[in-house]
């Protein structure tokens, strides 16, 4: 059984910093793709960033330049670095899990709040 959990969401203010991780516990072989994705109140769920298709990363427009996805295989922890922080990055955050032929698993999510 594959487990996903998310930690490291607080309160911070504009311009602030924030590293969130997520730990996979299970099985590890047959990952095809991992990435954070968030989900602001009234909003849709969409990608922040992810690694895809080996060592490929992708980010949102709107974190590029700020965000920065980096995993520790050895402990199977992914982790997205969040810098200068905007309001418009409030949002819960969830770490998804893709298998190869198995679906895809996701964790409980994450609070993110950026304000004054």
């Known amino acids: 059984q594959v487990q996903v959990m998310e930690s490291g969401g607080d309160s911070v203010q504009p311009g602030g910093s924030l590293r969130l991780s997520c730990t996979i516990r299970?099985?590890?072989?047959?990952?095809?793709?991992m990435g954070w994705h968030r989900q602001a109140p009234g909003k849709q769920r969409e990608l922040v960033a992810g690694?895809?298709?080996?060592?490929?990363?992708k980010y949102s427009d709107s974190v590029k330049g700020r965000f920065t996805l980096s995993r520790d295989s050895a402990k199977n922890i992914l982790y997205l670095q969040m810098n200068s922080l905007k309001p418009e990055d409030t949002a819960v955050y969830y770490c998804?899990?893709?298998?190869?032929?198995?679906?895809?698993?996701w964790g409980q999510g994450t609070q993110v709040t950026v304000a004054a």
């Open positions: 299970g099985e590890i072989n047959g990952i095809a793709a």
């Open positions: 690694f895809t298709g080996g060592s490929q990363t």
């Open positions: 998804n899990v893709l298998y190869y032929g198995s679906g895809d698993y």
